[in-house]
């Protein structure tokens, strides 16, 4: 490693926006000597799991409001209908900046949906076998603007 990039990995320890704003400097003027590779893939590959961490936890929020929407429709209310909307907003975001996120979503779908399973139960009270184990809708239905679980 170069001195250069000895002193890339130690900013990083330092102060990480100024690493982020020198790195990105020096990967655009090409000098690829004067970075700390493994600590730029560390970030990189940690950018994609936030991602796709970001893409279940507003499918966990939205899951879970359909839910308590379905199975405590006495409890509705405008909030839940804006949290709805919000979350799929978001959603369609995110899959306009990283469509691989939209491919692959199905399979993100069902831990998504235990997920939200869990926070209905616990934000409604109601027993766990009034919320069935398996999704009552798809994913499609939940992304859906026109759908709400009845």
Do not use: C
């Not at 900013?11 to 690493?19: G, H, K, R, S, V």
């Not at 975001?93 to 997920?115: D, Q, V």
């Not at 076998?129 to 992304?143: K, S, V």
């Amino acid at each position: 490693m170069t001195d250069k990039a000895t002193a890339n990995a130690a900013l990083y320890e330092q102060d990480f926006a100024q690493w982020a704003a020198e790195t990105a400097d020096l990967v655009k003027a090409g000098r690829f000597d004067d970075l700390d590779t493994s600590v730029l893939w560390e970030e990189i590959n940690a950018m994609a799991g936030r991602e796709e961490r970001d893409l279940i936890s507003r499918l966990k929020q939205l899951v879970g409001h359909l839910l308590k929407w379905q199975y405590q429709p006495e409890r509705r209310s405008r909030s839940w209908i804006t949290t709805i909307g919000n979350q799929r907003d978001e959603i369609q975001g995110i899959f306009e900046l990283s469509p691989s996120l939209r491919r692959t979503a199905a399979l993100r779908y069902e831990k998504a949906y235990a997920l939200g399973r869990k926070l209905a139960l616990n934000e409604t009270g109601l027993a766990k076998t009034m919320i069935p184990e398996q999704p009552p809708f798809t994913l499609e239905q939940a992304l859906d603007e026109e759908f709400m679980a009845e």
